[in-house]
């Protein structure tokens, strides 16, 4: 049976190896092998972050909307206890952006969360 040589994919894997490590400093962007080992451990961080992005955006949102509605005289839990029984569908970026952009549309929201929370 014949040898059979795997020059040219060797060379198109070592060749995305190092185009993913190229930012790295020193041997980590210049050797395969610490390349490739900076290339993994890139890929699993920004995997694993792409996930942890959600979470630390809604915790923003929160923390934005808590601010305001604070402004308003209630808490974060007081005002979306409210909106829930006003029926107000709206998510927390929205709310938010909202409180960063608009704060009286926020404070006309605020409001109808305090209506609905005396009945």
Do not use: C
């Not at 059979?4 to 930012?23: D, E, L, N, T, Y």
């Not at 792409?50 to 979470?55: C, I, T």
């Not at 007081?78 to 404070?107: P, Q, S």
């Amino acid at each position: 049976m014949p040898r059979v040589k795997s020059g040219a994919a060797h060379h198109a894997r070592k060749k995305k190896i190092m185009q993913a490590a190229k930012g790295a400093r020193g041997g980590r962007s210049k050797l395969y092998k610490s390349a490739k080992e900076t290339a993994e451990r890139a890929m699993r961080y920004a995997y694993r972050d792409r996930r942890k992005k959600k979470s630390e955006f809604r915790a923003l949102w929160i923390t934005r909307i808590n601010a305001a509605a604070r402004g308003q005289g209630m808490t974060y839990s007081t005002f979306m206890a409210g909106l829930r029984r006003a029926g107000v569908d709206i998510n927390r970026k929205v709310l938010a952006d909202l409180a960063v952009h608009d704060l009286e549309a926020f404070a006309r929201i605020a409001e109808m969360a305090k209506t609905s929370d005396r009945s």
